[in-house]
């Protein structure tokens, strides 16, 4: 009786699995008729979704450096071994006057016998230099705020300083982000004061 269900459900299965079969050899692609094309869509704009930045972040040097060099470290979570290989770290640097708007400059910065700079330590940690470019000592430093801003993609950075460019979009635009000023680069990718 077992063997007899057997082969009845074998052959159901083979049956149902042969009439499939016909259907779809049946069936061609001029059997039906084509459909209209759908009406293109606007390019959007440079998405901003990937663009990580930071808070203005306090000062951390000294009041007055007597070496040539110091400088201080930051938490950067985001930058991660991707980035370094292949996106964009760019430093800036505020100045706030006691009276007027405060003067923003995008890093490195040579400022009198200084240059300032934002280094790529390793994953995770960024470092905001300050180094006496004539050999004296740093003295003390006129910037009293400083940010971050990772653009994902793009050309590799290198240790000390970002890469030139980065393709934007699926046009490969290259923008030169480390020619922008902070103006541009707010303005480009929406970034809140």
């Known amino acids: 009786m077992k063997t007899m269900n057997f082969k009845t459900n074998l052959t159901k299965h083979l049956l ?6 016909i259907l779809f050899m049946g ?22 979704a ?9 000062s951390e040097f000294d009041d007055n450096i007597i070496a040539t060099g110091g400088g201080f470290y930051v938490d950067a979570p985001n930058v991660t071994q991707a980035i370094i290989d292949t996106g964009i770290v760019l430093g800036f640097a505020k ?3 006691l009276s007027g708007t405060p003067s923003i400059f995008q890093l ?5 016998q200084n240059q300032y700079s ?24 006129v910037y009293e705020e400083y940010r971050y801003v990772i ?10 300083r970002s890469s030139t460019s980065a393709t934007t979009d699926s046009k490969s635009t290259t923008l030169d982000y480390t020619k922008m000023s902070y103006k541009e680069i707010k303005a480009l990718f929406n970034i809140p004061d």
């Open 16 to 21: 149902g699995a042969l009439f499939i079969s």
């Open 27 to 48: 069936c061609s692609p001029e059997d039906g008729r084509n459909g209209t094309d759908g009406i293109d869509g606007a390019d959007g704009e440079t998405g901003t």
């Open 50 to 58: 990937n663009v990580i930045y930071s808070d203005w972040i306090d």
């Open 95 to 97: 100045n706030i006057p």
């Open 108 to 112: 490195p910065l040579i400022n009198d």
């Open 118 to 141: 934002v280094i790529v330590q390793n994953p995770g940690t960024l470092r905001f230099n300050a180094s006496s470019i004539d050999g004296t000592s740093v003295g003390t430093t």
């Open 151 to 160: 653009i994902p993609g793009g050309n590799p950075i290198s240790s000390n």
